[in-house]
């Protein structure tokens, strides 16, 4: 199987492809960014297609990180991934950012609890708890940080994403400590391309998962608020 991966959910613009027969990603980019998604992606892909002499036509499936994330980030890889996909007749599945940051962790098994955790900003984050095993601890919720911290009482934890080091510098003196932080900016494209290939395009839309309600609202609707209020 051959899947194209695309990320843009958080501080990365990403692309890679996948040869599951090979069992390894035969081409892939990463550019660190906090902007200019909608700018870079196309350009990138085209690199990294080119570099993987794939035509998009020979591509099983095309898989992109579905969020929690940046809302401008999030729409931007999303619909290059749906209109890659209509364009070569291909299904498109969806990744959780958070899964993405775990599956590198759980594949691992080890035995300690992962928490993966990105900066929600005003003192909150977005956060999942999995066992070593990837069973589910906690469910994925955005939450206040002192309320994620009581996921200590799962024991000593492996934390992973943007927001993991803001984690370990708040983590109760009482508890035991993690036994590692990764405060990466983004997850690793190759796993976003496992998983990609796992999933179900029946279970696992291409749509975004925002966990909470974007900030900025459109004009209408906020005209709509105003006129209610007065």
């Known amino acids: 199987m051959l899947i194209l991966a695309i990320d843009t959910a958080l501080d990365a613009c990403a692309a890679g492809v996948l040869d599951t027969k090979a069992n390894r990603m035969i081409a892939q980019e990463s550019l660190p960014m906090k902007r200019g998604h909608a ?8 690199r990294v297609m080119k570099a993987a002499d794939v ?16 809302f401008t980030g999030l729409r931007v890889g999303l619909s290059a ?6 364009a070569a007749n291909k299904p498109v599945v969806g990744v959780t950012t ?20 990105i900066d929600a900003r005003h003192d909150h984050v977005y956060f999942q708890a999995v066992g070593g095993n990837g069973s589910t601890l906690i469910r994925p919720r955005v939450a206040p940080i002192d309320e994620v911290l009581a996921a200590s009482r799962f ?9 993991a080091k803001i984690l370990a510098d708040r983590w109760p003196t009482e508890a035991l ?6 405060p990466q900016p983004a997850p690793d494209i190759s796993w976003v391309a496992w998983l990609g290939a796992a ?31 007065s």
Do not use: C, W
């Open 55 to 70: 035509p998009f036509a020979a591509l099983d499936r095309v898989a992109a990180t579905t969020g929690p994330g940046s």
């Open 199 to 229: 999933i179900s395009p029946n279970t696992a839309p291409a749509r975004p998962y925002y966990l909470r309600a974007p900030d900025a609202k459109p004009a209408a609707e906020h005209k709509t608020a105003q006129l209610s209020a």
């Open 155 to 163: 024991g000593a934890p492996h934390l992973v994403g943007n927001a």
């Open 39 to 46: 700018e870079a992606l196309m350009p990138l892909i085209a």
């Open 177 to 182: 400590p993690p036994v590692q932080v990764d």
């Open 81 to 86: 991934a749906r209109g890659i996909a209509l």
């Open 98 to 117: 958070l899964t993405a940051y775990a599956a590198p962790v759980v594949s691992e098994s080890g035995q300690n609890p992962v928490i993966s955790a």
